[in-house]
């Protein structure tokens, strides 16, 4: 029988959140105008967030996840080399959540929710099984398109991937995270952002690339932006659930908000507030 649960079951005011994250950081800085985070992890010593003012003040975590487990393009090559490459990033997940727990002891505070903003690791066990259903991801693609039954744009490459197959328009999906890449649950999609000019299209080439990173850009802060926020907000308010079955292509379970089952795509943000 379907059960609902709430991602998070506190008081607003005492809701903690800590913010992931390996470049620019924005995704992290928009969420902090939301609710502030407890503490920031920083997989790359040199990556923008750590020089951002509205993170000034924020504890930091930083661990340099080329240096714990390597390359992962050199090893993917080799099935040795990936197996260690594996090896290497289990113990820098484990390595994560000791520090999170060493956080968490020092601060006296509980961490709700961890926030993913452009963090470029897999969260892998023991971290993800410590934090289940309390880690969430905005990935820029409309993961409700389905291929075969499996979601059409994942990975690092989806909006290049979306305007190459022909698609009218993008938009931003913010998830919750498991052990399969881009798979988990669709809880906020952001507003579509138009593909702008067909003859981009047909051009390919250096144009086509050009075009494809800019609308990217377009797509962080009209889709990316309010879907991540918004999430952020909903869940430290009590309003998102997750149910238990799986409800969806028998694989992924129905979202909740405020009692209310919500269809596969989630919650639709229709404007920017």
Known sequence: MEQKHLIYTGKLEDFCWAGFGSGSGTNLRECAKIIKPAVIFCDKPSAGL????????????IEDGFKQCGSWKKAIENPKLWYEYEKRSDDFNSLILDRLSEFERKSGKNIDLIVLGGYMRFMKDPLLEAYKDRIINVHPADLSLLENGKRAYVGANAVYDAINEGEASTKSSVIMVDNLEDHGEILVQGLDVDVWNESILLSKGEMFDRYASLHQEVQKKI??????????????????????EKSFHDEWRKVYFDGKPLGYKGYQITKIE
């Open 223 to 244: 889709s990316d932006w309010p879907a991540l926020t918004t999430a952020l907000k909903l869940i430290a308010e009590g309003r998102l659930a997750l149910g238990s």
């Open 50 to 61: 750590l020089k951002l003012e509205e993170l000034a003040d924020v504890p930091k975590i």
